[in-house]
């Protein structure tokens, strides 16, 4: 079965890059119809979706971050990334990648999600 | 943006007895497909969400039956027809209609 990981540096500073990777394993990033999104959650809040790629490259972003965000994968590695930049302490909170069985018109249902990984912005 | 509330944000449930949750969203969640795009997750203590209900009402894989999900259009429920001690959590909605996919608050679900 499918299963995410999460990786990246846990703390950022103010004004820096966010830089996350998400490894999928038990199956190809590019076998099926899937987009490979990010949902993020700030400390004791709700959810919030980042953004999503598919295996050709095509981006769907969150209006309210698209200025900042750049996604890209990596077949060869079956690895998916997400990069944020001007990070501000709102910044901070969990971040999880997940399989989205949308199409190119509409989201999808998110599963499996990974287990998250906590970045903090602080200098 | 498509605007998802829930209610209640937080429901304290007796094991044994039923308990629902309501979601709605600012449009109609009704594609071409003839299905509704609204999806239900939870997410337990310490862990990351997980897929309960999707398309509005199929079951994800490996989900009790005790999980139905219903509604059309701007309004669905999630119902847990008796509640387990293990069912205490968060739960999601989350409209998928739009490829900028927006998520309810959420509804705290604890035992009283």
């Known amino acids: 079965q499918v299963q995410l990981q999460e990786s990246g540096p846990g703390l950022v500073k103010p004004s820096q890059t966010l830089s996350l990777t998400c490894t999928v394993s038990g199956g190809s990033i590019h076998s099926g119809s899937y987009y490979w999104s990010w949902i993020r959650q700030p400390a004791g809040k709700g959810l919030e979706w980042i953004g999503r790629i598919y295996v050709s490259g095509k981006t769907d972003y969150n209006p309210s971050l698209k200025r900042r965000l750049t996604m890209s994968l990596d077949t060869s590695k079956n690895q998916f990334s997400l990069k944020l930049t001007s990070v501000t302490a709102a910044d901070t909170g969990i971040y999880y990648c997940a399989r989205d069985h949308g199409d190119d018109t509409s989201g999808g249902w998110f599963d499996p999600w990974g287990q998250g990984t906590l970045v903090t912005v602080s200098s | 943006e498509i605007v998802m509330t829930q209610s209640p944000l937080s429901l304290p449930v007796t094991p044994g007895e039923p308990a629902s949750i309501s979601c709605r969203s600012s449009?109609?969640?009704?594609?071409?497909?003839?299905?509704?795009?609204l999806d239900w997750y939870v997410q337990k203590p310490g862990q990351s969400p997980q897929l309960l209900i999707y398309?509005?009402?199929k079951r994800a894989s490996g989900v009790s039956d005790r999980f139905s999900g219903s509604g059309s259009g701007t309004d669905f429920t999630l119902r847990i027809s008796r509640v387990e001690a293990e069912d205490v959590g968060v739960y999601y909605c989350v409209q998928a209609l739009q490829t900028f996919m927006t998520f309810g608050p959420g509804t705290r679900v604890h035992i009283k």
């Open positions: 449009q109609s969640l009704l594609h071409s497909s003839g299905y509704n795009s």
């Open positions: 398309l509005g009402f």
